[in-house]
């Protein structure tokens, strides 16, 4: 059963040695993420999944110890997701963001398993594998992570879209008041045009917490750069 849920974004500007001279601009949705991972761990999870956006040939299952990498923006810097031996494929970036939020407050709390997941996957899959992932220990936990969407402004990866604020406005609501049907209803179509790649693994997060009857709490709601950043805490 659902416990305890964090949600937070996965741009790898998070990370300070990414993000470089700029890192003081995410100050606050650093400490936003670490508030909201901590209340995962007072939740006494026996299990933790990790549930990003990934490309398709970074879906499907991460086991504990999977390792992923920062390489590929310049910084030499390496993550690990949970503990146990060092997985045959790499995070996606979403999760090794999510991997650094881990070792960053020192996650030692349970077992940690990751699940890249595609932005096109139906809501009605979204909802069976958050299922199977509530019903996986007596006491789950989530850390999900994704954006909303890319086109809030004219420098936007995605270019200015007017329908985006509005999108934001109802994911950042459902997302601080655990509205699993509000969550449920985000339309699939307007969220690929958006380029929010946080769709899929929100309704993931639906999914799991259907019955579990969690209240919600938005900490940080902000987008800079273009794209929606959200952090909320569901215990």
């Given at each position: 059963?659902?416990?305890?849920?964090?949600?937070?974004?996965?741009?790898?500007?998070?990370?300070?040695?990414?993000?470089?001279?700029?890192?003081?601009?995410?100050?606050?949705a650093?400490?936003?993420?670490?508030?909201?991972?901590?209340?995962?761990?007072?939740?006494?999870?026996?299990?933790?999944?990790?549930?990003?956006?990934?490309?398709?040939?970074?879906r499907?299952?991460?086991?504990g110890?999977?390792?992923?990498s920062?390489?590929?923006?310049?910084?030499?810097?390496?993550?690990?997701?949970?503990?146990?031996?060092?997985?045959?494929?790499?995070?996606?970036?979403?999760?090794?963001?999510?991997?650094?939020?881990?070792?960053?407050?020192?996650?030692?709390?349970?077992?940690?398993?990751?699940?890249?997941?595609?932005?096109?996957?139906?809501?009605?899959?979204?909802?069976?594998?958050?299922?199977?992932?509530?019903?996986a220990?007596?006491?789950?936990?989530?850390?999900?992570?994704?954006?909303?969407?890319?086109?809030?402004?004219?420098?936007?990866?995605?270019?200015?879209?007017?329908?985006?604020?509005?999108f934001?406005?109802?994911a950042?609501?459902?997302?601080?008041?655990?509205?699993?049907?509000?969550?449920?209803?985000?339309?699939?179509?307007?969220?690929?045009?958006?380029?929010?790649?946080?769709?899929?693994?929100?309704?993931?997060?639906?999914?799991?917490?259907?019955?579990?009857?969690?209240?919600?709490?938005?900490?940080?709601?902000?987008?800079?750069?273009?794209?929606?950043?959200?952090?909320?805490?569901?215990?």
């Open positions: 059963m659902l416990v305890a849920a964090a949600v937070c974004p996965c741009p790898p500007l998070l990370v300070p040695d990414v993000a470089a001279g700029a890192a003081g601009e995410l100050d606050a650093r400490t936003a993420c670490a508030d909201a991972v901590g209340l995962l761990a007072a939740s006494r999870p026996d299990r933790l999944f990790v549930v990003g956006p990934a490309d398709e040939g970074a499907g299952t991460f086991p110890g999977s390792t992923g920062f390489a590929g923006f310049g910084v030499d810097l390496s993550v690990r997701l949970g503990a146990g031996p060092a997985g045959e494929r790499p995070l996606p970036a979403s999760l090794a963001v999510a991997a650094w939020l881990l070792q960053r407050a020192d996650w030692a709390d349970a077992p940690v398993e990751g699940l890249g997941v595609g932005q096109p996957l139906e809501a009605d899959r979204c909802v069976s594998t958050g299922r199977e992932l509530a019903a220990a007596d006491r789950v936990a989530l850390l999900v992570v994704g954006d909303g969407s890319a086109c809030r402004t004219l420098k936007a990866p995605g270019y200015l879209d007017e329908r985006a604020a509005a934001d406005a109802e950042a609501r459902a997302l601080g008041t655990a509205d699993v049907d509000a969550l449920l209803a985000l339309d699939e179509n307007l969220a690929y045009e958006l380029k929010a790649a946080g769709r899929a693994p929100w309704q993931i997060l639906a999914g799991a917490a259907e019955g579990a009857d969690l209240d919600g709490r938005l900490l940080y709601e902000d987008a800079p750069y273009g794209v929606g950043y959200f952090v909320a805490a569901w215990s």
